[in-house]
């Protein structure tokens, strides 16, 4: 079956958009920041209520640790120093079918200037004990399972 060697070169893109139209998935990521005093990093976008772990979507050419890194300088004016350590990933099928959220752990960083250009409301920094009333589910369960409080669970 050596011929498929031969034609793959040519069939390999027509494959490739039959598999992104059959498989369309869509890759996401959050970030875990932490301060000195233990406190977690949350956001609130303009455009939704609640409080989130800043994070966004994978752009084409980018991988998922660019992405985090990107997200976070642009949404909550951090740096991160260290590279991105990924804590777990989750289905967000729910929500977005085909959607994957991978979460990230940032351990060293420093403040930035933020580029939101109207996207993010709020930032401001929480005791994970203490959050505020309007933070998510799955960001209130995101923190507990990176901080070891709880099992990660597969699903966003």
């Not at 793959?8 to 869509?26: D, K, M, S, W």
């Not at 260290?82 to 085909?98: D, I, M, Q, T």
């Not at 929480?126 to 933070?135: I, K, Q, V």
Request: net charge negative; proline share 6%; aromatic share 8%.
């Amino acid at each position: 079956m050596l011929w498929r060697r031969r034609i793959e070169p040519f069939t390999r893109p027509l494959v490739y958009a039959y598999f992104r139209v059959t498989r369309g998935l869509t890759l996401g990521v959050r970030a875990l920041v932490t301060d000195s005093d233990g406190k977690v990093l949350l956001i609130q976008h303009t455009y939704i209520k609640g409080w989130y772990l800043p994070g966004g979507g994978v752009e084409r050419g980018e991988t998922a640790e660019i992405a985090v890194i990107r997200e976070l300088a642009e949404e909550a004016g951090v740096r991160a120093l260290s590279r991105p350590r990924l804590v777990s990933a989750h289905s967000n099928e729910v929500l977005h079918p085909g959607d994957h959220v991978l979460l990230y752990r940032i351990e060293a960083w420093e403040p930035c200037a933020s580029d939101a250009e109207g996207e993010i409301h709020a930032v401001g920094w929480f005791d994970p004990n203490d959050l505020p009333e309007e933070t998510t589910k799955a960001t209130r369960r995101r923190i507990a399972e990176a901080l070891g409080d709880a099992e990660p669970d597969v699903m966003w």
